[in-house]
């Protein structure tokens, strides 16, 4: 090669290298934008998150054509709560997620706070067609300048329809569907098709109580019933209703069930989810029930509901892992917050109880690579002590019939969170007053305390969830369930097992599964 042609061809390397490194500014490739969000301190590696700023109450869930939708309250300018859309993503799974384009803006009506979606199979609403049923979405909206200039008739209820499976929305031109006559909080709307009836019913929280409204078009609304003004826990205010059927474990009886959401007012402090079992009879809603009961008794498990149109009836609840006290407080700095893991609802009778069950849905066992099993016995008061690199990502699972006994997840930095079951006082706590960043917010140390009374004897499976900021506790299958954040500044990679009992105690198929990040 002369040096003419030597030039040229350094001249031409010299090229492609530019405009390789320009196409790689101008256009990262999906896949390094991700894995880029995905390393931020504190993100989730398996729980849905938003790309970037602010979110709360998952929205408009809804399966149709193979497709899981998750709506959800979003505000796209701040890692604070600011004027509510719709963000959105879809998944064949509900495990691995598609970030989607904003459903749903603010307009003219207000903001738009929480509700459901359904899939109008007869096109009772006339939005489409029969043979191109419309999905309807069903929110509230919130107008911020009345509730600023002190009216209290600010929430309104309102649909918008899409005819292409959720790409894309247009609201209804006559909306408000559902006016205010001077109730404060008027929030929420679930609304699903109730056969044997033939009509739409819509759940809606007015304060304290919980309202249903029937429609045959989705458009004219009328009320049917109130519930819950003198039952239930009413240490703040109701919001996010659901309710459906579910057959009892083992039998052919079914009950149904109520899901309320209060704030504040629940049993660990600020946000939770309580339920009610009862019967419907296509108009009102009943229960005798004398006790508060909680889905969840952990601080972050807020606004959950459940998939409407799932291919077999199954019952999948996903709910907002954050609590309204410290939500716009937690220490991350691109996005702020999570979902729960997708969890499945049954209905078992425990003992003398009919118990709400919640448990991770079987899809999420795709992504967990289970770690070998083994037996671990440990001597009455005595410890085991496992390094384990991956415990900030992990699905902890044995089965034990001991009720008296401590785990703690440790980092170098000596930082712990620390579980226990405290069979003198049934109750399973948690003590994240070490675990990491806590100074945030005041309470955020508190010992989270549930009471584990009505636990049946012999073995039962604990199953502990980590993802990074969040601990998933999971005991008899889900009899018995708490969700917390936690922010440790170093990984934990040490788990701890303490037998505080005067016996040996077993721990049969013991693993712990790493679990695959999801991008
Ligand atoms: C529950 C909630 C809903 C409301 C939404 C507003 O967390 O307060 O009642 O619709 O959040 O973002």
Sequence with gaps: MNIKDALKFCFLVLLI???????????????????????????PQFHFTPEK???????????????????????????????MHWGHATSEDLIHWTHKPIALYPDEHGYIFSGSAVLDKQ??????????????????????????????????????????NGASWTKYEGNPVIGNDGIKDFRDPKVFWHDETKQWKMLLVAGDHLQIWNSSNLK?????????????????????????????????????????SINPGAPNGGSGTQYF????????????????????????????????????????????????????????????????LPRNLGLQKIGDNLELISYPIENFEKVVTKGSKKEVAIEPAHKEVIPYKGLQQSDLRFTTSSRDFQLVFKNQI??????????????????????????????FKNIIKMPVDNLPNGEIEFRIITDRSSVEIFINKGQYVMTAQIFPNTDYDELVIANTSDVLMKLYDFGIGEVEGVW
């Design 17 to 43: 290298i530019s405009c390789r490194n320009k196409e790689a500014q101008q256009e990262p490739s999906a896949n390094t934008v991700k894995v880029e969000y995905y390393s931020e301190a504190y993100r």
């Design 53 to 83: 700023k602010w979110m709360n109450d998952p929205n408009g869930l809804i399966y149709n054509d193979g497709i899981f939708h998750l709506f959800y309250q979003y505000y796209p300018e701040d890692i604070v709560w600011g004027p």
């Design 123 to 164: 096109n009772t609403s006339g939005l489409g067609t029969k043979d191109n049923p419309p999905l309807v979405a069903i929110f509230t909206y919130h107008d911020s300048d009345a509730e600023k200039v002190g009216r209290k008739d600010y929430q309104t209820q309102g649909i918008a329809y899409s005819l292409d």
């Design 220 to 260: 004219e609304w009328e009320k049917a019933s109130e519930f819950g003004k003198q039952q239930g826990a009413h240490g703040g205010v109701w919001e996010c209703p659901d309710m459906f059927e579910l057959q009892i474990e083992g039998t052919d009886e079914t009950k149904w069930v109520l899901l309320i």
């Design 277 to 340: 079992i009862g019967d419907f009879d296509g108009n009102t809603f009943s229960s005798d029930q004398k006790s508060n009961r909680w889905i969840d008794w952990g601080t972050d498990n807020y606004a959950g509901v459940t998939y409407n149109n799932t291919p077999q009836d199954d019952r999948i609840f996903i709910g907002w892992m954050s609590n309204w006290t410290y939500a716009d407080d937690t220490p991350t700095e691109k996005w702020r917050s999570a979902m729960t």
């Design 414 to 443: 000596e930082e712990k969170l620390i579980m226990s079951l405290d069979p003198k006082r049934s109750e399973f706590l948690i003590d994240r007053s070490r675990s990491g960043k806590i100074d945030f917010q005041e309470d």
